[in-house]
């Protein structure tokens, strides 16, 4: 019952009758001299404050609002709900065969680039690693990547009983590889606030002159025009990534870009829009890029 009065709340019920209704409107049977307890035990719990309010016509009323941990609830609620939709959406794109062949032909387009026989690095925030969908990537990874394949992740984060995967303990900020180390590298790009160049940094230093780095960015951390309307894949796709309690910034894809075309002779974007996320795609580095 707690998400669905703070809900009522959220919607502009400020007094217990007005939460009755729009709960009763909603389909929640609840009588109203058993809503004050509630109310009661949730202003307790710090999730709303109260006050008493002159009546338009009469006594005094008890008007309510949502506290900043009432909001903190309902975005867990939120991307709680997320997780389950994206979850489902994820199972049905892996199952739709349409889907899979374009993201198998994307990738086939930028194979002659790559080194299969050399080294491959995988960089990947902790809340992609555990979907379903990145383990389906490993095994088509394996289809083509017959070298050395690492994967950089926080310490704990994840364990696979692979042998062919060497996990190392790190971040997109910091991967404990050795200069021109890697032939092909694909990271999962989130960004921070101010220092958001700093993974591509990392990663184009790891990277052989020769090599091809392909990057991953949600939709959702892409500076957008306010004009526009954001989709619902990219406002999902945002509220999943901020869960995670790491800072995050937002950054120009031109930005981006520009940032890529100074290190690398060949790049490209790639829009995804059914997985809300660009795929940037840069190879063959500048001499100035291995200063």
Do not use: C
């Not at 998400?3 to 109203?32: C, K, M, N, S, W």
């Not at 739709?96 to 032909?105: I, N, Q, V």
């Not at 050795?178 to 606030?193: A, E, G, I, T």
């Not at 075309?261 to 829009?271: G, S």
């Amino acid at each position: 019952m707690t998400p669905e009065v703070l809900r009522a709340i959220q919607q502009g019920a400020a007094y217990g009758y007005q939460i009755h209704r729009v709960l009763q409107d909603t389909g929640f049977a609840v009588r109203l001299n058993h809503l004050y307890p509630i109310l009661r035990r949730m202003e307790r719990d710090g999730l709303l404050t109260s006050s008493q309010v002159p009546g338009d016509r009469g006594p005094m009323r008890r008007q309510y609002a949502i506290t900043a941990a009432g909001r903190r609830h309902l975005d867990g609620g939120l991307a709680d709900a997320i997780a389950i939709v994206r979850l489902s959406y994820l199972e049905h794109l892996s199952s739709d065969e349409t889907t899979m062949r374009r993201a198998l032909d994307l990738l086939a387009k930028y194979l002659e680039h790559t080194k299969p026989n050399g080294r491959t690095a995988l960089v990947v925030p902790p809340g992609y690693l555990s979907e379903f969908n990145f383990r389906w990537f490993l095994t088509q990874l394996f289809d083509i990547a017959q070298g050395d394949v690492y994967l950089v992740r926080p310490a704990g984060t994840f364990e696979i009983d692979e042998p062919r995967i060497t996990l190392l303990d790190g971040s997109e900020t910091y991967i404990p590889l050795s200069d021109r180390h890697v032939d092909n590298l694909l990271l999962v790009w989130v960004p921070q606030p101010r220092r958001w160049q700093r993974p591509l940094e990392e990663a184009t230093r790891v990277l052989k002159t020769s090599g091809i780095l392909a990057i991953i960015l949600p939709d959702a951390l892409i500076e957008r025009d306010v004009r526009l309307p954001i989709n619902i894949g990219a406002f999902m796709e945002g509220v999943r990534v901020r869960r995670t309690g790491d800072r995050i910034g937002y950054v120009s894809l031109d930005k981006a870009t520009a940032f890529l075309e100074d290190r690398f002779r060949h790049v490209t974007i790639e829009p995804v829009p059914e997985l809300s996320f660009h795929l940037l795609i840069a190879w063959t580095k500048r001499r100035r890029a291995d200063g």
